[in-house]
């Protein structure tokens, strides 16, 4: 196999099978011409066999870049001459290992012509002719043979390697894409988490800026209250960094901490109510423990932005909650608050909010709608609920 090595990737093996071919072309060449003494050929034809086997085994080294075309010379070069009949033999092997069946089959055809003519050119009458030619044939029949299979094997080796980089750079594609969901995934909770945590901490600052002689109960109530919110956001933050931290492939990565549910919304209610919003819950759902809790979460979540949207653009509004639905018919949400009048310079959003949940959204295979309508914004959605 060394002796059809391809040209390029590997020098120092394409030169160590150049080296060899030579010598297997030579080894020919010699046992050609010593036996060319023994049996007393003629000096002048005997010279012009070797001289013609010597150029054909000097010329090795064009089998790589013109295949077809140094078997062909080298192939009528060994009628005549038996000293050439190495060189003919390892350029008809790098032929069929370089290419395809339908070009090697001509030149192939040859080489059986030439074993079959090389006895009648220059006979040897110590044997007969079919005992001359057989040995011709059957060593260029192996040749073909042999050749073919490198090739085949080279071929399934390339094919296998290729597989492999193409199975290789799909799994960095699929991780890659998972990194990239789950840093989405992480984007929309710390924008659902943060933003409402932020939001009420601004809140507060804002009534004791706008209240700086209020009573000591009202101001050590609202300093209680922002502390308590900056400790919830900084717990937050503490996880969520965490999760970017861990290792997917850790087996003993920590639990995420619970994902609220529908039953934490009158919690989310009250909390804001705290911060001093005014806000109305209607809530027409029999059984809120028998709401899925991913459908619950998205709820939640829905709420949380809408409250969080409120306290940023119409602050001081009664903002009104709805919820209602039931198995089969799906989970309807709602918050509605009254639009400024005028613009107002709010807290800083990223406006990314809504996006985020319609996503959210049509991932739990409900829709999002949101629009404004006699002086009222809606958010609105709506989410399966199976039965």
Known sequence: MIISADAGPHPLRERAADVLCFLIATGFLAFGWLDGVHRHIAQVPLVADVVI?????LAIGLRRRWPVGFAIVVGLCS????????????????????RRAPAVAPVAAGYVLAALLAPVVRPDWSMSYRTDVLPGLLVTAALLGWGMF??????LLASLRER??????D???RLTRARQLERHRIAREMHDVLGHRMSLLSLHAGALELRPDAPAEDVAR???LIRATAHEAMEDLREVVGVLRMDPAEDGAAPERPQPTLADLSGLIDESRQAG??????CDVEALAAVPASIGRSVYR???EGLTNARKHAHGAEVTVRVQGAAGDGLTVEVRNPCPAGARAGLPGGGTGIAGLTERVGLAGGRLTHRRTAGLFHLEAWLPWPP
Do not use: K, N
């Open 53 to 57: 086997g010597g150029l054909c085994c």
């Open 79 to 98: 009628i005549y001459a038996r000293t050439a009949s190495g060189a003919a033999l390892v350029a008809l092997f790098g032929l069929s290992v370089r």
């Open 150 to 155: 490198v090739r085949a094997r080279r071929q």
């Open 164 to 169: 492999a980089r193409r199975a290789e750079a």
């Open 171 to 173: 799994q960095e594609l």
């Open 222 to 224: 609202s300093a209680g």
């Open 277 to 282: 919003m005014r806000v109305r819950l209607e």
């Open 302 to 304: 829905v709420v949380q």
